[in-house]
Nanobody, 132 residues
Framework: QLQLVESGGGLVRPGGSLELSCTASGFMVDHYTISWFRQAPGKEREGVSCISSSGGNSRYVDSVKGRFTISRDNAKNTVYLQMNSLKPEDTAIYYC?????????????????????????WGQGTQVTVSS
């Protein structure tokens, strides 16, 4: 059974940091583009960051550039999202998603964070709350 499991969410004060993890089971992530998405109450799911299968390319939405860093450890079958200088507007449920499609990887490398509809495998999400 193919599964993605996110962890690392929680409550943090503005300016604080969290590291989210996305661990795969039932498949190896080293041939998959992985993206992080977030969804705040009443808002659409938003692409935050993506990383190519090799880890050599990554992309971020403008609102998190310079604050968030995506990385992957294929040996551990895990992708990470390090979030620094957190703001209240970062509050959301964070999801990771995986796609084996070359077109999705190309989009991540050359253009923008792919859309939710580009991904077939999703985790259950982890809540991140930034509040004083």
């Amino acid at each position: 059974q193919l599964q993605l499991v996110e962890s690392g969410g929680g409550l943090v004060r503005p300016g604080g940091s969290l590291e989210l993890s996305c661990t795969a089971s039932g498949f190896m992530v080293d041939h998959y583009t992985i993206s992080w998405f977030r969804q705040a109450p009443g808002k659409e799911r938003e692409g935050v960051s993506c990383i190519s299968s090799s880890g050599g390319n990554s992309r971020y939405v403008d609102s998190v550039k310079g604050r968030f860093t995506i990385s992957r450890d294929n040996a551990k079958n895990t992708v990470y999202l390090q979030m620094n200088s957190l703001k209240p507007e970062d509050t959301a449920i964070y999801y990771c998603a995986a796609s084996p499609m070359a077109t999705v990887q190309a989009k991540c490398i050359l253009d923008s964070v792919p859309l939710p509809s580009d991904f077939g495998y999703w985790g259950q999400g982890t809540q991140v709350t930034v509040s004083s």
